[in-house]
């Protein structure tokens, strides 16, 4: 566990708020074409093809899960905040449906917050999970300034994904997912780590370019999913027994033209390949995702656990963290932990596997955008 609380007498100071920062998603049928018209802006998508690709959210009545799982993870920090006597305010906002980011922070401002620690619901270096949000809160800010709003700095915090309180109930949800499957097979199931794909090019170019990450095969994006991955596959082979459990990184939820190279093995095709080479069962691990939103729901619920049954393979899927107790400690560890380091004092950064601690303020050059540079807060030039 981290020392952050040790070492930050001052509690969360400078910080005045946290925002948490989120996708979003429609919350009825007739949002899903807006909500898809916002994901897809500056692309000229028309709307046909957009309610074709919106399908997915019309099987489950046009509501996407992952604003209703944000209002509990905002309770759930809520609830970790004031027990620890944690005097900071949460806020939510999202970054293509409501509530919007640039709302939000009108909200912040008007309550008198002027420096707020950014929580981003992707864990990993990369360009979606990470600069396009810090792309997106320049825009809101410049919106703001333009209407006369007071000043807000904002800080992202560093990249979650190999912190004990995400690891830990990523280890658990894969020991649960295998107690699921039927007895006789579990010693043999093997495991599948999923994530979002992306385009080669963008993984080629994750992480800060100094970052030792970048320089292996995918980037930094790849190199983070499969610490995390060997992370959980030892802890798995510890509590089970079974050492030489099969396991790989796949992908899943590609949405891009076919000629571009993404990064596979798509998850459907994974299976198959197992169920080829014997595989008694596979488990899959979403460890891409913080909550089960329609990526998880359509792509690995529905389609793979569709695939899976064609196939007569058995499987399981392995909860997301979500708003598990663990996961919202590791939140306020990170904003104290960050909170410290702007105050000038020592603090122990807490992380697992051989990558250690990401870094706080990204560089320039980190994840660049693959269509055109665009300002992004909270990179070297703006500290």
């Not at 070492?7 to 049928?29: K, M, N, R, V, W």
Request: overall charge negative.
């Amino acid at each position: 566990m981290s020392d952050a609380r040790k070492t930050a007498p001052s509690g969360a100071a400078p910080y005045d708020a946290l925002l948490l920062l989120s996708f979003g998603g429609p919350e009825g049928p007739e949002e899903v074409v807006p909500f898809l018209e916002n994901v897809t802006r500056g692309r000229g998508i028309p709307k046909e093809r957009l309610r074709e690709v919106g399908k997915h959210y019309f099987m489950f009545g046009g509501v996407s899960p992952i604003n209703g799982q944000n209002r509990e993870l905002l309770a759930a920090l809520r609830e970790d905040f004031a027990g620890h006597g944690l005097d900071l305010p949460v806020y939510w906002g999202n970054r293509n449906w409501a509530p919007y980011l640039v709302d939000t922070l009108r909200e912040l401002a008007a309550d008198g917050h002027r420096r707020i620690a950014v929580l981003a619901t992707s864990a990993y270096a990369g360009y979606s999970g990470c600069r396009q949000y810090r792309e997106n809160l320049a825009d809101a800010l410049a919106t703001l300034a333009e209407e006369g709003a007071p000043a807000l700095r904002v800080d992202k915090l560093r990249h979650f994904y190999n912190h004990p309180g995400f690891v830990g109930p990523m280890i658990d949800a894969t020991l649960a997912a295998l107690a699921e499957l039927p007895e006789a097979v579990r010693p043999g199931a093997r495991l599948a780590f999923t994530t979002h794909s992306i385009p080669d090019a963008m993984a080629e170019t994750s992480g800060a370019p100094d970052d030792p990450a970048r320089g292996e095969p995918g980037g930094a994006y790849v190199a983070e999913h499969l610490d995390v991955a060997r992370l959980i596959a030892a802890a798995v082979a510890e509590r089970t027994g079974v050492a030489d459990r099969p396991w790989e990184l796949v992908y899943q939820s590609r949405s891009g033209a076919p000629h571009i190279p993404w990064l596979e093995p798509d998850i459907c095709d994974h299976l198959e390949a197992q169920h080829a080479d014997g595989a008694p069962a596979v488990v899959m691990v979403p460890i891409g995702f913080v909550s089960d939103h329609m990526e998880v729901k359509y792509d690995l619920d529905t389609e793979a656990v569709a695939k899976a049954a064609e196939l007569g393979l058995p499987v399981a899927r392995a909860a997301t963290v979500g708003a598990d107790p663990r996961f919202t400690a590791a939140v306020r560890e990170l904003v104290l932990e960050r909170a410290a380091t702007e105050r000038g004092e020592g603090v122990t950064r807490c992380a697992l596997g051989a990558l250690g601690p990401s870094h706080d303020v990204c560089a320039v050059a980190c994840c660049p955008n693959p269509r055109a540079p665009r300002p992004a807060v909270a990179e070297e030039s703006h500290v």
